[in-house]
């Protein structure tokens, strides 16, 4: 130790060989400097007995240097394994070392000064992704850091419950509404009677707002028992739309012959009253999907005149 900086102990000491002198830039006699023990050293340049302050340990020759060093512009440099190198983000290589010739470190991270070192990508390269990546347990900090990184696009829920299902998305439905009149066959009438199925009357709830729902209904009409090719007509008869063009409650006339303006009636060509009737019913959702209006309730009015 000479001023708080440890020495190298010299060539006349057992680790002087491998002397690898961390006061290249503080010597005051050769000594202090490193290189083959019983063959030469290094020289200190501007110390010793007469010369104020430190010398710098500097090299003639290669062999002035210790094991695997070469001597460059003064200065023991090199590597010969890779030991020699140091890099904090991947174990530096030392490259280009082949016998004798010695080699430079890869890219090491803060270089000792008595190693040459090469910029240029060669091995692992600590200047890029992912090798320049600190290769250590992460720190408590930046465990937490990546905690909150991936909670950022995780689904929080309460801690206190189960989570729920995800929401079901709806889908616009039709479905049928069949009905069957019975009228007298005979009641006092020569050709007996048939059915007229004058209204059809619902009422219906929105979610609030409406956004976008609908009840729309169209009908038909056909034999009893007949199948779905029999029921006229063969396109079921718009009746209307809620809340477009129909009301919440509403009642919508359907066969008010002879005359009215009943949607049988009107239609093209008029539709005549048969045994059987069809509602269909079609069921729209909200724009998002999430809510649908409710059919609350719904009948049919008909009546039984005579049969012309």
Do not use: H
């Amino acid at each position: 130790m000479l001023n708080g900086v440890n020495q190298c102990s010299g060539a006349g000491t057992p680790d002087a060989s491998e002397c690898v002198p961390a006061n290249i830039n503080n010597c005051t006699s050769n000594t202090d400097c490193g290189g083959f023990a019983g063959t030469s050293v290094e020289a200190c340049s501007g110390g010793g007995s007469g010369t104020p302050g430190l010398g710098q340990c500097n090299c003639t020759a290669t062999t002035n240097c210790g094991t695997g060093m070469t001597c460059v512009a003064g200065r023991c440099t090199g590597c010969s394994t890779n030991s020699q190198c140091t890099d904090k983000a991947y174990p530096a290589t030392c490259g280009g070392s082949v016998g004798a010739v010695n080699g430079q470190c890869c890219n090491p991270i803060n270089p000792p000064s008595n190693l040459a070192v090469n910029t240029s990508s060669c091995g692992l390269n600590s200047k890029l992704f992912p090798q320049a990546c600190l290769q250590t347990p992460m720190s408590d900090q930046e465990k937490a850091l990546e905690f909150m990184f991936f909670d950022l696009t995780a689904c929080v829920t309460p801690d206190t419950g189960m989570a729920g299902p995800p929401p079901i998305k709806l889908s616009p439905q039709t479905f049928p509404l069949d009905f069957v009149a019975n009228c007298p066959t005979d009641a006092g009438q020569p050709m007996g009677t048939r059915p007229k199925w004058r209204e059809f009357d619902f009422t219906a709830s929105f979610p609030s707002p409406v956004n976008g729902s609908s009840i729309s209904f169209a009908a038909q009409t056909g034999p009893i028992g007949g199948d779905a090719g029999a029921f006229l007509p063969a396109t079921p008869l718009a009746l209307g739309t809620t809340p477009t063009n129909l009301a919440l409650t509403d009642r919508v006339p359907l066969d008010t012959s002879p005359g009215g303006s009943g949607k049988f009636t009107t239609a093209t060509p008029p539709l005549v009253s048969q045994d059987a009737l069809r509602i269909w019913v079609t069921m729209t959702p909200t724009a998002d999907q999430l809510s649908s209006p409710t059919l609350v309730s719904w009948q049919v009015v008909y009546d039984c005149p005579p049969a012309e």
